[in-house]
């Protein structure tokens, strides 16, 4: 499948971001199915987005990925949002919780 690597500049926090202490990482867009991933300090990051989060002066190219990988990573978005909601119940008050569910 086909899809959009670019460069992004990401940064801990707000505070580094306006001192200028930010990095550089590729990041993956795919279109068909609105996902986006990367690896920073070797941690998969996969999440949904309608669109690319470059800027219009970075280094971006359209690339091929196997439809395999592309699956893995939709079935990991689905265990992920699973986890989340089994687990709020852990974190959230009664009251918060009875709203999400």
Do not use: W
Not at 42 to 68: G, H, M, T, W
């Amino acid at each position: 499948m086909r899809v959009i690597k670019y460069t992004v500049k990401i940064s801990k926090s707000i505070l580094d971001a306006n001192h200028g202490f930010t990095r550089t990482i590729y990041e993956i867009f795919v279109p068909r199915k609105k996902i986006i991933f990367n690896i920073i300090d070797k941690e998969l990051n996969v999440f949904k987005s309608d669109k690319p989060r470059y800027l219009e002066n970075c280094v971006k190219q359209e690339i091929k990925i196997s439809d395999d990988l592309i699956n893995k990573l939709e079935n990991y978005l689905k265990l992920k949002e699973e986890c989340i909601k089994q687990s709020i119940k852990y974190f959230a008050e009664k009251e918060s919780y009875d709203k999400i569910k």
